[in-house]
Structures are given as structure tokens and as C-alpha cells.
């Protein structure tokens, strides 16, 4: 990368460093260190919210997604507008009003402290992954694109991170948040632009040429628990999960407990519900763009620099002819192209770089418009013959790459790394880059934060020191939040073999958020009671278990329904059977 690039990175990561030493003062107390002495716009915790779940897995798993997936994606946020507004009536107010600083803390008031411990211990685990899996999508990407060993990559993004949200706490985190917010939508912004100006179609022909390869297509109606992306999965799964995310993690809750009051809580999370969807198709929509991209410029064969290596190290002369045949097929593919977007005239292929020209040409007389219709269906037609083609060689290479490597040889993370560096200009590669770290360090901050929140407020204040100063509580949470670090890193190396990232982190989340989420609701009936809320957790989490590796078929949205409905059904049945009161645990 040039030098300038490396530049652009260097200045932003020691300018949020600094930030975040600067944003240290004023929080020698813990609500002032984890909750900002609840005291923070609701445009900032709008705005941190989003950059939370705007992760590095984002920028590069989701891009790739959309260059190899299209937009089908983004149904997976069809049920965010719908929970935000749940939320805002239910949750929102009533964790605000419990004065908590954790969303589990309010368990144990209403079911005791067992369904606390293990709701915040579920979380931890689940957060925990999470985490690591936002570290692995830029430091693993890194790692094969420049040839480092992943530990420094892993040092790069967590040690600045790591620094700013253990002196800062939650108000370095926030404001952290809303710079680094700017810098990606600023950067996807300009990327889109670039694409524009560089492809030799318009864009209205670029949109075209994806659309017949179906990456437009948005709504998948069909009702089939198998399939992950679809209007009712996303409606319905989506909502449970985001009903979940937002109102039981606390790397979510967190931030509207920061705020300065229920209404500025409840408008931050109208922000996510306004400005999610309309942003995670923009980021699909750079993947679409540069899968168009590639149909006219060269592209890699394996786009995953590490395995190209080991590839043609161990079968040279075999790789070799595959990389004949590909760049045959590319040739093939990219006239069909030029003569499915129109460029085949001599008029539009003026200008036009080499290899356009060998692409038969239109007749210069006027041409009937159903005759021009037809044409130009024959034309896209054998376009999408031809891509077939060149994907059927890619397939072949990628199979060849996991023979060689042993590891699943899966691309969709490695290409947009790949375009950044080889085709945007200098300093706008270094932007992309750095807006990569930034999303990476605004979630990795925002998750390390409230681990470490919940580790000593649910499990070292309430069972090991119920009494101490505020600056030891401030001593072993920074410790607390190192440790969550180091923890996130094993993680990190595990879960970039699991395919795409962006899946991978809400594989993880959804394996625990339903049973979480079914015990926050259990919380609102109010003859629940806590031996029903323990007992249902547990079903809970046998029930998703069981279907995880029974019918693994089954999209993982709906463990977050299954999850859900499992606790409320146990709880409802349990709650007859004892006759408890409310707060004091479970029955015995």
C-alpha cells in the first residue's frame, strides 16, 4: 500500500487514541465510567448505537456478500423497525426506570439472583464470540492481503481500542462512536462514487447487468425456515433478534442508559429504526457495484491472497491453466457485457478501454425497437451463459485452494480488501482502510466495554466484593476489559474459517439472544415467577441447541423465535406451580 495510505491510517488511529485519553477525565466513578453519568445526547447514542453494529464484519462481510449475494441481505433488518418500536414502550423505559446499570441487574429483582447470573453469564459468552469475530474480519483480511502475521494485525486494531476504552469507559466509547460513524458513511459515499466514474456503463446499465444476475432482487416471499434471507424470516426472525440485540444485550442497553433521558433513549433508537435499513443497503449496494466492476476489469481467480500463494507454490502448472482458462472466459464474458449494456456501437465504444473492440458491432442502420429489444435479450442471455462459465472456473479454484490449505476456501471477505487496494486511488484506499478499523474499533470498543460492565457489576460486585470504593471497582474493570481482549483474540482465529463474518457474528448471537430475550419477557407477565424464569432459560437453550446441531438446516433467525417461545412456554406452565413471590428466586 503507498505510503500516503499508510499515512491516513497512522494519523486517524493515534487521533482516537488521543481523543480517547482526553475523554478519561471525569470518569473516576462507575456510573460516570459506565454510564456517563447518564448524561449523553441522543443523537450521540443514536449515532453509537449504528456504529456498534456497523462492525469491520460490515464493511468487508457485508460488501462481499452483496458482490457475490446481492441485496436479498438486507430483508435480515425487515423486523429492526418494528422491535425499535416495541422498545421504546416496554424495555426503554422500564430498564430506565429500575436506575440499573446492566439490563441483567434488573433480573435478579424480579426472578433472583440464579436467572441473573445465568442470563449475564449467557451473555458473556455470546458477547465474547461476538467479539472475537469482529476482530478476525479486518485482522484475518490484513493478514493475507499484506502478508502479516495475524498477531500483528490482531495488535493493530486491539491494542489502540483496547487503551482508549479501558481509560476512557463509556464516554470515550460514545464519542469515539459518532467520528467514526462519519468516516465510514463517508467513505462507502466515495467508494460509490468512484465506481460510478470508473465503469464504462452507465449506472443505470450497471443496475441492469446486476439485476439479470438477480443480486437486485430484494423480496424473497416463499415461507421456508431453511432459507435465511426472506421477507417473513426477516419480519419475523429479524424482530426476535433485534428484539433481543437491542433489548437484552448490554453493549445495546448500555447506551440508552447513558442517556440523558427516556425520551432521548427512545429517539436513539428511532435513529437505527429510521437510518439502518436505507445504510446496510448502501453497503450492499458497493458490493452489487463492484461485482459490475469486475465484469469489465480483469478480477482475481482466488481473491484470497494467502491461498493463491499456497496454490501455486504446491500446483503451479495446474493453478496456471486454470488462470488460462479463466482469462478466456473473462474475454468471453466481458464482450457479452459490453453487448448486453449497449456498447457494441461504434459510437458508445469510442473511448472505451482495450478488449471493447472486439465485441461484434452494432449495424448503423435504424433498427426496429422490438428487433433492439430482442437483440439485447439474446445479448444478456448469453452474458449470463458466460458468467456462468466464469464461475463454474472459480469454483474449480477455490476447490483447489481448500485441497491445498486445508481450510474452507471461502472469498466473499477478501473481495472488497482486494478492489480497495488495487483499484481506488491513493488516499482513498487509505480512507476505506482506515474507515475498515474504524467500524472494527467502534464495535470491538462498544463490546469490550460492556463485558466488562457486566463482569463486575453482575458478577464481582454482587458475589465477591458487594462492598468496595469506586476506584477499585474502576482498577479491576480496566483489567476486566484487557482480559475480554485477549479472550476475543482466540476467538478471532477460529472464526474466520466459518465462511462469512457478517453471518458468523449473528450465528453466534442468535444461538443465545432468543432465550435472553424470552426471559425479559417473561419478566413483564406478571405472575412469573423465578423458578419458571431459570427452568425456562434452560429449555430454552436445549431447544435451539437441539435444533442447532439436529436440523442445522433450519436459518439460524429462527433460533431466536424458538428461543423466545420456548422460556414463555415453560414459564407460563411453571408460574401455576409455585407460589412464590416475585424477587425472591426460585422455588424450592
Given at each position: 500500500m503507498h505510503p500516503i495510505n499508510w499515512l491516513i491510517v497512522g494519523v486517524y488511529v493515534a487521533y482516537v487514541l488521543v481523543d480517547g485519553i482526553r475523554r478519561a477525565r471525569g470518569t473516576n466513578e462507575i456510573e460516570g465510567y459506565f454510564l456517563a453519568s447518564r448524561t449523553l445526547p441522543w443523537w450521540a447514542v443514536g449515532l453509537s448505537v449504528m456504529a456498534t453494529q456497523l462492525s469491520a464484519v460490515t464493511m468487508i462481510g457485508t460488501t462481499g456478500q452483496g458482490a457475490t449475494d446481492g441485496l436479498r441481505f438486507v430483508q435480515f433488518y425487515f423486523g429492526l423497525p418494528l422491535a425499535m418500536v416495541i422498545l421504546g414502550v416496554t424495555l426503554v423505559p422500564f430498564l430506565r426506570g429500575a436506575g440499573v446499570y446492566t439490563a441483567y441487574e434488573y433480573l435478579e429483582r424480579r426472578f433472583g439472583p440464579e436467572t441473573r447470573t445465568l442470563t449475564a453469564l449467557l451473555f458473556l459468552l455470546s458477547r465474547g464470540m461476538s467479539c472475537g469475530v469482529i476482530i478476525a474480519a479486518p485482522a484475518v483480511v490484513f493478514s493475507a492481503i499484506f502478508g502479516w502475521p495475524l498477531i500483528w494485525c490482531v495488535a493493530l486494531i486491539g491494542i489502540p481500542t483496547v487503551a482508549y476504552t479501558m481509560l476512557g469507559g463509556i464516554q470515550a466509547v460514545t464519542w469515539a462512536d459518532v467520528k467514526q460513524m462519519i468516516l465510514i458513511v463517508f467513505a462507502l459515499l466515495a467508494v460509490v462514487v468512484v465506481l460510478i466514474v470508473q465503469m464504462p456503463v452507465s449506472p443505470g446499465e450497471a443496475l441492469h447487468i446486476a439485476g439479470a444476475t438477480g443480486r437486485l432482487k430484494v423480496f424473497d416471499f416463499?415461507?421456508?425456515?431453511?432459507?435465511?434471507?426472506?421477507?417473513?424470516?426477516?419480519?419475523?426472525?429479524g424482530t426476535f433478534l433485534m428484539l433481543s440485540y437491542f433489548g437484552t444485550d448490554q453493549s445495546q442497553v448500555q447506551r440508552y442508559l447513558a442517556a440523558k433521558s427516556v425520551d432521548a433513549a427512545r429517539t436513539s433508537l428511532l435513529m437505527s429504526a429510521y437510518w439502518k435499513i436505507p445504510l446496510q443497503a448502501l453497503v450492499l449496494l458497493v458490493g452489487v457495484m463492484v461485482f459490475v466492476y469486475y465484469?469489465?476489469?480483469?478480477?482475481?481467480?482466488?481473491?484470497?491472497?494467502?491461498?493463491?500463494?499456497?496454490?501455486?507454490?504446491?500446483?503451479?502448472?495446474?493453478?496456471?491453466?486454470?488462470?488460462?482458462?479463466?482469462g478466456e472466459a473473462f474475454e468471453l464474458r466481458e464482450g457479452a457485457a459490453r453487448r448486453a449494456a449497449g456498447l457494441a456501437t461504434p459510437e458508445a465504444a469510442a473511448g472505451v478501454p482495450p478488449g471493447a473492440a472486439a465485441a461484434p458491432q452494432a449495424a448503423p442502420t435504424p433498427v426496429p425497437a422490438t428487433a433492439q429489444d430482442a437483440a439485447r435479450q439474446a445479448a444478456m442471455n448469453e452474458f449470463l451463459s458466460r458468467e456462468a462459465a466464469v464461475q463454474e472456473i472459480r469454483a474449480e479454484a477455490l476447490a483447489m485452494a481448500e485441497d491445498v490449505t486445508g481450510e474452507p476456501s471461502r472469498d466473499v471477505n477478501y473481495i472488497i480488501p482486494r478492489f480497495v487496494l488495487g483499484e481506488l486511488p491513493i488516499g482513498l484506499a487509505g480512507l476505506f482502510i482506515a474507515a475498515i478499523i474504524a467500524a472494527a474499533m467502534s464495535s470491538i470498543s462498544s463490546e469490550l466495554n460492556s463485558l466488562s460492565t457486566t463482569s463486575i457489576i453482575d458478577f464481582y460486585r454482587r458475589w465477591f466484593r458487594p462492598e468496595a470504593s469506586d476506584a477499585h471497582y474502576l482498577t479491576v474493570s480496566k483489567v476486566t476489559t484487557a482480559f475480554w481482549g485477549v479472550f476475543a483474540c482466540f476467538v478471532a482465529v477460529y472464526a474466520v474459517s466459518l465462511g462469512s463474518l457478517i453471518e458468523v457474528v449473528n450465528r453466534f448471537g442468535s444461538f443465545f439472544y432468543g432465550s435472553i430475550l424470552g426471559v425479559f419477557l417473561l419478566a413483564m407477565v406478571p405472575r412469573a415467577r423465578g423458578l419458571g424464569a431459570f427452568a425456562g432459560l434452560i429449555a430454552g437453550m436445549a431447544a435451539v441447541a437441539a435444533v442447532t446441531f439436529g436440523a442445522?438446516?433450519?436459518?439460524?433467525?429462527?433460533?431466536?423465535?424458538?428461543?423466545?417461545?420456548?422460556?414463555?412456554?415453560?414459564?407460563?406452565?411453571?408460574?401455576?406451580r409455585t407460589a412464590s413471590p416475585p424477587g425472591r428466586g426460585p422455588a424450592r
Open positions: 416463499s415461507f421456508n425456515i431453511n432459507e435465511t434471507y426472506t421477507f417473513w424470516s426477516g419480519l419475523i426472525g465484469q469489465f476489469q480483469p478480477a482475481p481467480l482466488l481473491y484470497n491472497p494467502a491461498h493463491e500463494v499456497a496454490v501455486v507454490d504446491a500446483r503451479g502448472a495446474e493453478y496456471q491453466a486454470l488462470q488460462d482458462r479463466y442445522p438446516s433450519v436459518s439460524f433467525l429462527w433460533h431466536n423465535v424458538i428461543g423466545a417461545l420456548t422460556v414463555l412456554a415453560v414459564g407460563v406452565v411453571l408460574m401455576r
